[in-house]
């Protein structure tokens, strides 16, 4: 599967953005899917991922109530929808897939992922 992130911006503190990542190649319903994010000087920490049943999420504390994960299977895509942006969000967003076959506790982390999109620059600005 190819992954494709995209809808990356700049937005001032308290705007929204939505991200959409889509594959091709392979329905992306088969798949758990991962959005992860990388600041300048950071390491790459997971934001939250959506089940591969697709009605499972997950999300990293400093997002949760504030970004929502939702799967479009006709489209072929999973979405980002991040609200009340803060400066500390800033960073570069990338989309991952892994098989349905990965533990659940590696779904927190980069090893239960074995596809990566190019990432997508996210600004927020104060």
């Known amino acids: 599967v190819q992954l494709q992130a995209s809808g990356g911006g700049l937005v001032q503190a308290g705007g929204s953005l939505r991200l959409s990542c889509a594959a091709s190649?392979?329905?992306?319903?088969?798949?758990?899917i991962g959005w992860f994010r990388q600041a300048p000087g950071k390491e790459r920490e997971y934001v939250g991922g959506i089940r591969w049943t697709g009605v499972n999420t997950a999300y990293t504390d400093s997002v949760k109530g504030r970004f929502a994960i939702s799967r479009d299977n006709a489209k072929n895509t999973v979405d980002l929808q991040m609200n009340s942006l803060k400066p500390a969000d800033t960073a570069v967003y990338y989309c991952?897939?892994?098989?349905?076959?990965?533990?659940?506790?590696?779904?927190?982390?980069?090893?239960?992922?074995?596809?990566w999109g190019q990432g997508t620059q996210v600004t927020v600005s104060s």
């Open positions: 190649g392979r329905a992306i319903s088969t798949y758990n």
């Open positions: 991952a897939a892994g098989t349905k076959s990965k533990i659940l506790s590696t779904l927190l982390t980069a090893a239960g992922y074995d596809y």
